[in-house]
């Protein structure tokens, strides 16, 4: 498997090391960039202030996004991330707390591909990353519009 | 990246729990924890603060009165929760009571409503006193809306009209039979300006039928209101039964009219005579001396006979005649139909020379007096000299009727005989007697008659113009006439008394009119006048103001005048009615200011200075006055707040500075004197007055004033004055001041309490915005920390297994269940939350084919249970679908899972009816609890079996309990260990 890159958006850093953990546990190889804001997961899509330059080989194969984010929140970051010719195929996942109907509305009628809820239970969250590598990293195609990089 | 340390993430854990345990005390309202016998064991800062000495008093405090008679109930009531209402102090308090079982104690979750009561409160009093006004209006008071229902019928006009108000309630304005059919086309176009709002306030008067047939004018007064697309919302309508004016009106007329036809009759030329008899007006004895003259000299006999054969006058009868024609009956008879027969037709002045049907000559001539044959003159009977008297004729008739011939003979040879020239001569005589006759007759006629009837007239002008002045007096309408070709103008004794005159005091004169008319209304009413006669109409009216030379009270009054011409078209006499309006007036100025208060109060999105000073605009010009101020009142009654005027005060009468500024009674000008005295305060002589305070500069100069009190509750909430009218005050103003603030305030106080609940629905808006932003921030925040202390528990499991012993292992696992279970405990709470936070929507809903898909999906998970399901068909409830759903839900869940250990289990759906209620169950034959517990059944985390046995988390049936309430519904449990469950609910 090549070392494709996944943006992980998440500002909890206690989230962060145990998503990385469930992806090490299901032995998903990818690069894990992570984002601790909406405003740097933009940067980093688009190439831009800090991450400008990047390769285009960096692009993210899929982006994981919590929704209650600092600065720019993550439905604003799917909404822009949509909007762009760049980004507006790439699968995104909404992994967030909440279970709020409306959140969940939102996600999908932005664009979202998948709406996964972080359990309090490890184990079950291990299995839903598992899930998620599975669909959208080994089962699901490539768009074949997806802009070549 | 800078990844926070873990240490740093449990210790934002432990604040959060902090926080969450810190929610009691910090909740603004009261909250309570007493034993059973009324001590307090716990008190939040808000309960300290509201209550402070509930601590040291305990269950004699008034919140907790009758305590222990609540305690005795709320430990009966299943629910295991209480809600009351209760006064302490002078506020308004909602309890919740809770009673703990195991604990043995209360708690109480108290919430100040006071506003909200008061408000409520004054809202419903605020309605009755309106209603009450409306129903005490000497004007009957309807309202129409939009498509011409009636909506309102005031008890004045059922009186009006006599139909009740819940007859008419509802009725489209055309359906009730109640106008009159002559005016039905006046009152549609009157709708119809309405309606198009062409008009949006008229005046009109028509004829109305009542409920019993009988007809009354009335006068309408309308007035529309339009929503702001300008389409009509009501109308109101307050009308006034006029049939008496009008009556009095048409009297009037009805009695001039006949007077004037009877002196018109009187003296035409040419009148009926009627049925008079010629013996009652000829002079019978002087005709019979002229005519006894006459035979003396002529030898001829002459008779004056009416048409019905009586002999008036007679002279000369011949013997053949009286003693044997006349006497015989057959021949008396020849005798009459000669007379009256071979008579008929002669004309005036001609003759008429006939042989009478019993063989002699005869001549006749015709009285006819005013045009109307009365009788002839006769002349005869004769033979002339020249002709042989045919004797076997005569000697015949003797035979036939039994005379004796020789006295029959010897009377026939009596009769004269007379020559042509002879006959010439008395032709012409009698033919100038008979005109004489008629003519003087009909003089004589005529004399009597005008002697009489000027006599029953002069009698009848007498009675008719007593009727009149007395029906002038109630009425209060005087009549004047003016005669132009004699110059003279008389008045009826009720325009004196207009004018402040005593009746018939002098002789009226059209500058002594002009005199008693209000000085600025002079030139209007002279100019009326001369106008309608130089533009040639034939009738103008004019209201106009009297001042009253007895009091200088002024008075309005309506004239109308009608002109009479002569054949060339000059005007000879003008007529008029003049009437006193100023009740009419005073009643409609009323009605019109009570109508723009409450049109200003209903359509109006004006502050309420604004509005006050429309208000304070209406009391003005009510009564006539210059100056309309108010003040309101504080609640110590000793301080004046906000104060208002008039458009006009403001403009003329006063620069001063204060408007806002509260300061009190005591330093108020005299004015505030009714605030002490709690009535109606009149001066009449301002200036004369020991105790006024200088008036601030720039303040006009005050005359009179008037100043009421407005009173509710007993308390004096606010003062109306007005000032500086031209005349003293008196009751009629203090009626109509009175009357017209409390109105005001009325609309004043529905426009603030409005202008509250408004607020008070923005903030429960806002209250429940932030719940729901809470909800959400739990939703996502809280959470997080939990999978920390579960994520990294799990990591210590999974790579430090071999460095912990199996009690460290142990209470990692202990720490991951604390976790998960206080995940799944926030996820039911925020559930529980949604429940009451989601719209409802009520609509029929199929119980049954819910309970059977709930079933399908239990028997689906577990499809080794052997369950007996037993779902009543058509169960139909009305409520909202999702929410009844997940009722059910838990519901048959909790069967279904408190049957797992029951042999040949069995749930069963239905319904029972009592009292046409429906009540909904749900039933099973599990393990059932024990009934001592059934008060913590519905409250949320309580459980009363242990996990082990039945897993759970306590919030289903605080869920079920939650929705029956939101639907109005009430749920119970009745078990006992070991017989099953039944759970009961209305909707």
Not at chain 1, 32 to 58: I, P, T
Request: aromatic share 8%; charged share 25%; proline share 4%.
């Amino acid at each position: 498997m090549s070392r494709k890159v996944i943006l992980l958006v998440e500002d909890n850093p206690d989230d962060v090391v145990l998503t990385q953990r469930a992806f090490q546990q299901n032995n998903i190889m990818n690069v894990v960039v992570v984002a601790q804001d909406g405003e740097e997961a933009l940067d980093y899509l688009f190439a831009r202030n800090k991450f400008a330059g990047r390769h285009n080989e960096e692009d993210p194969v899929v982006v994981l996004l919590d929704l209650k984010l600092p600065k720019v929140d993550g439905l604003q970051v799917l909404r822009e991330l949509r909007g762009n010719k760049r980004t507006k195929l790439t699968p995104v996942v909404v992994l967030t707390s909440s279970t709020e109907e409306r959140d969940m509305c939102e996600s999908y009628s932005l664009g979202a591909n998948s709406y996964v809820r972080k359990p309090v239970d490890f184990v079950k969250f291990s299995e839903a990353v598992k899930q998620l590598e599975l669909y959208w990293l080994v089962l699901n195609e490539a768009p074949p519009c997806a802009p070549q990089p | 990246m800078i990844a926070k340390s873990p240490r740093k993430a449990s210790r934002n854990a432990l604040n959060d729990a902090k926080r969450l345990a810190s929610f009691p005390q910090l909740n603004p309202n009261p909250v309570i924890e007493l034993n059973i016998d009324g001590d307090v064991r716990y008190i939040n800062e808000s309960g300290k603060k509201t209550f402070p000495d509930l601590v040291a008093k305990g269950h004699t405090h008034p919140l907790l009165a009758n305590w222990k008679k609540l305690v005795d109930k709320l430990k009966n009531e299943p629910s295991g929760h209480l809600t009351r209402e209760v006064k302490a102090g002078a506020r308004y308090y909602h309890l919740t009571l809770i009673y703990d079982r195991i604990e043995d104690s209360v708690r109480i979750y108290a919430l100040d409503f006071t506003e909200r009561k008061q408000l409520e409160n004054e809202l419903i009093s605020a309605k009755q006193r309106l209603d009450d006004q409306i129903n005490n209006s000497p004007l009957a008071i309807i309202e129409f809306d939009s498509e011409f229902h009636i909506i309102r019928w005031s008890d004045e006009a059922q009186n009006m009209f006599g139909w009740a108000a819940d007859e008419v309630t509802g009725k489209q304005m055309n359906d009730l039979p109640w106008i009159y059919e002559e005016d039905l086309e006046l009152v549609e176009i009157e709708s119809r300006n309405l309606f198009s709002a062409k008009t949006p306030r008229s005046v009109n008067t028509n004829r109305n039928v009542r409920k019993d047939g009988s007809v009354i004018w009335c006068e309408w007064y309308d007035s529309a209101t339009y929503d702001s697309n300008g389409n009509l919302v009501s109308v109101l309508s307050q009308v006034l039964d006029v049939t008496k004016r009008r009556q009095a009106e048409e009297a009037l007329r009805a009695s001039e009219g006949r007077v004037r036809k009877q002196l018109d009759g009187l003296l035409a030329p040419e009148g009926d005579i009627g049925d008079v008899e010629l013996a009652d007006i000829v002079d019978a004895a002087s005709i019979q001396a002229l005519v006894n003259d006459f035979y003396a000299i002529s030898g001829i006999p002459m008779a004056l006979i009416d048409l019905k054969g009586e002999v008036v006058v007679g002279v000369g009868w011949q013997d053949i005649c009286t003693r044997f024609h006349r006497i015989n009956e057959e021949t008396c008879r020849s005798c009459v139909e000669s007379d009256v027969h071979l008579t008929e037709g002669i004309p005036a002045g001609e003759f008429k020379l006939y042989r009478c049907k019993n063989g002699m000559w005869d001549m006749a001539t015709p009285i006819i007096i005013g045009g109307k044959h009365m009788g002839n003159l006769f002349c005869g009977q004769f033979f002339f000299d020249y002709e042989p008297v045919d004797r076997a004729f005569f000697v015949e008739q003797a035979a036939r009727y039994g005379f004796p011939e020789d006295e029959y003979l010897t009377a026939l040879d009596k009769v004269p005989r007379i020559t042509r020239a002879e006959l010439d001569l008395t032709i012409n005589f009698y033919q100038k007697l008979a005109e004489n006759i008629s003519k003087l007759s009909y003089n004589n006629i005529m004399l009597a008659r005008l002697l009489f009837q000027r006599d029953e007239l002069t009698e009848a002008l007498k009675r008719s113009e007593d009727r009149l002045n007395r029906a002038q007096e109630i009425a209060k309408v005087g009549s004047w006439e003016l005669d132009l070709v004699r110059n003279i103008l008389t008045w009826s004794d009720e325009v004196f008394r207009i004018f402040g005159l005593k009746p018939q005091e002098f002789t009226a004169t059209y500058e002594a009119f002009l005199e008693g008319v209000h000085p600025d209304d002079r030139a209007t009413v002279d100019d009326a006048y001369t106008r309608s006669l130089s533009e040639g109409r034939d009738a103008y009216e004019v209201q106009h103001r009297v001042v009253n030379r007895a009091t200088g009270e002024v008075r309005f009054v309506e004239e109308k005048c009608q002109h009479f011409r002569n054949q060339e078209g000059r005007v000879v006499r003008s007529v008029g009615m003049v009437q006193d309006i100023t009740e009419r007036k005073r009643a409609d100025d009323f009605m019109h200011s009570q109508l723009r208060i409450l049109t200003e109060a209903n359509t109006s999105v004006q502050y309420l200075n604004d509005m006050l000073q429309i208000f304070l605009d209406e009391c003005e010009s009510l009564t006539g006055s210059q100056i309309g101020f108010c003040h309101f009142v504080d609640e110590d009654q000793e301080t004046l707040l906000l104060q208002s005027w008039s458009t006009n005060t403001l403009a003329n009468a006063c620069t001063a500075e204060g408007r806002d500024s509260h300061y009190p009674v005591a330093d108020a000008g005299v004015w505030a004197e009714c605030v002490r005295t709690r009535g109606p305060v009149i001066h009449n002589d301002y200036a004369s007055l020991a105790n006024r305070k200088g008036l601030p500069a720039g303040h006009v100069a005050v005359v009179r004033e008037l100043v009421i009190p407005i009173v509710n509750n007993n308390i004096i909430v606010a003062i109306f004055g007005v000032g500086n009218k031209p005349t003293d005050y008196d009751e009629t103003d203090v009626e109509a001041l009175t009357h017209l603030g409390n109105l005001s305030w009325e609309m004043i106080k529905r426009k603030r309490t409005e202008e509250e609940l408004r607020l008070a629905s923005v903030e429960l808006a806002a209250a429940n915005d932030e719940l729901q932003a809470f909800a959400y921030s739990v939703s996502h925040d809280l959470r997080a920390p939990l999978r920390t202390l579960d994520g990294f528990s799990q990591a210590l499991l999974e790579d430090y297994r071999d460095k912990l012993d199996a009690t460290g292992i142990d209470y990692l696992n202990r720490l991951r269940a604390g976790s998960q279970r206080m995940a799944a405990l926030i996820d039911e709470l925020l559930k529980l939350s949604r429940m009451t936070r989601d719209e409802m929507t009520r609509r029929p809903v199929d119980l049954t084919i819910i309970a059977g898909q709930i079933a399908a999906g239990l028997i689906a998970q577990s499809p080794e249970r052997q369950v007996k399901l037993d779902i009543e068909p058509k169960m139909v409830a009305e409520g909202d679908a999702k929410l009844l759903a997940v009722a059910l839900e838990n519901l048959i869940g909790n069967a279904w899972k408190f049957t797992s250990q029951t042999d040949q289990a069995r749930i069963e759906v239905g319904s029972t009816e009592k009292n046409g209620k429906r009540t909904f169950f749900v039933r099973d034959n599990g393990v059932g609890f024990d009934m001592k517990y059934a008060d913590k059944l519905f409250g949320p985390f309580q459980r009363l079996h242990k996990a082990a046995e039945f897993p759970g988390n306590g919030i289903g049936l605080a869920t079920v309990q939650r929705i029956i309430h939101r639907h109005g519904g009430e749920i119970w449990a009745a078990s006992a260990p070991g017989e099953g469950a039944m759970f009961s609910f209305t909707l």
